[in-house]
Every structure is written in structure tokens, then in C-alpha cells.
């Protein structure tokens, strides 16, 4: 169902793009909400109950405890939101000669896509990937030229440093936990949220060649 209701998204990743000894899947993922305070006053509450992950307190899932990590995920799945995500295995789709930077944009095109043909009024809060200022360009150019097809009445993209912004340190757990579900087949924390997940796509080899 589209809704014409504004949207607030931040989108974060886990995983590599490119192809690395340590890990073979990358993970996109999307929360999607009405109210950001809502993640907001998560995150704070988190920080505040058991303290913050790194020095310049922002929360980090991979270095977190499992009781917090429960606790904000727990938390995120009470309220109204939904969560997007698009999975991809480098070695299942054997894209070797793509470069990590075309693979990143490809899967956040379609990532987007998602959320702009449910939600067609957007503010998307991307995790700042780059301080080059062109590759930022290339990233926003691919996404608005993917999506151009796709109805929409608004869409504003920031791309923008995690440490300040709880919504991008809310769905940083929700990404990392997806991470451990496809890399490590330990599903324990997304099971936290699954009953949010709105669309969980495994990219298969034939939508990459098809695209």
C-alpha cells in the first residue's frame, strides 16, 4: 500500500562490498518511520541505562553487549516503524570484476526503490560512506537516476556522520544483526525485529544480470 504521508529513513550498511577475506555478504538496510524523536529517545534511553559504545559516545552494535543490543531491538520493534533490507553474496553472484563502488550503488538503488514506490514523500539519512565529495555525487546521481521511474513528490538525501545521528546508530544494529543472520547463521538478534521487516531481499545472480 503507498502512503502519501511523509517518511523519515536512515539507512545504514554492514559487511563489505567488495570482495574480503573476513566476510562474503553485504547488508543495506532501511528503518523507516513517521516520528525520528521516537529513535531518538531509543537511542538516548540505551546510552543512558548502559552507557555508550565508544568514546565520543555513539553506540555501535559490534561493540555493544548482548543486553543492550537486545534492549534497543527489543525497543525499535514496539514502535510503529518498518524496516527494509537488500542482501547480496559476493561469492554467489561472482561480480568479481564490478568494483566495490558500483556494488555499493546498485544495491542502494534498489534499496531506495523499495522505499519510494511504498513511501513516495521521503527524507533519506544516509550514513556518510564518503568524504570525497564526488563519490558522495555519484551515489546521490545513481539513486535519483535509479528511481526516476518511480513515482514520487519528494525526496530529500543527506548524507551524513553516524556520531551525532541516533537514527543512523538505531539502524546500525538493525544491519548488523542482519550481517550475523546471512554471514554467520546466528539469527538470535534479528529475531528481535523480524516481525518489522516489510522486505528482506537476497539478491540472486539473475537480478544483478538482469539489471
Not at 169 to 182: H, N, P
Request: aromatic letters at 8%; glycine letters at 4%.
Amino acid at each position: 500500500m503507498v502512503s502519501v504521508a511523509l517518511r523519515y529513513i536512515f539507512i545504514d550498511e554492514a559487511g563489505s562490498a567488495g570482495l574480503s577475506r573476513k566476510s562474503h555478504v553485504f547488508v543495506v538496510a532501511a528503518l523507516c518511520l513517521k516520528n525520528p524523536r521516537i529513535i531518538e529517545n531509543i537511542i538516548k534511553r540505551a546510552q543512558k541505562k548502559y552507557g555508550s559504545s565508544l568514546a565520543l559516545g555513539e553506540l555501535k552494535a559490534k561493540q555493544a553487549e548482548d543486553k543492550m543490543i537486545a534492549h534497543i531491538l527489543n525497543a525499535i520493534s514496539q514502535e510503529d516503524v518498518e524496516i527494509f533490507s537488500v542482501v547480496i553474496d559476493r561469492q554467489i553472484l561472482e561480480i568479481a570484476d564490478s568494483n566495490s563502488e558500483e556494488i555499493y550503488r546498485w544495491v542502494m538503488v534498489r534499496l531506495i526503490k523499495k522505499l519510494v514506490a511504498r513511501h513516495p514523500r521521503l527524507e533519506i539519512t544516509l550514513d556518510r560512506r564518503y568524504t570525497n565529495k564526488e563519490l558522495r555525487y555519484k551515489l546521490e546521481k545513481a539513486i535519483r537516476e535509479g528511481i526516476s521511474e518511480i513515482p514520487q513528490n519528494y525526496m530529500l538525501i543527506r548524507q551524513e556522520d553516524s556520531q551525532p545521528n541516533r537514527g543512523l546508530q538505531a539502524v546500525d544494529f538493525i544491519a548488523w544483526s542482519l550481517f550475523q543472520k546471512y554471514e554467520r547463521g546466528n539469527d538470535i538478534y534479528y529475531r528481535h525485529f523480524a516481525s518489522r521487516i516489510v522486505e528482506e531481499e537476497v539478491v540472486a545472480k539473475q537480478a544483478w544480470d538482469t539489471e
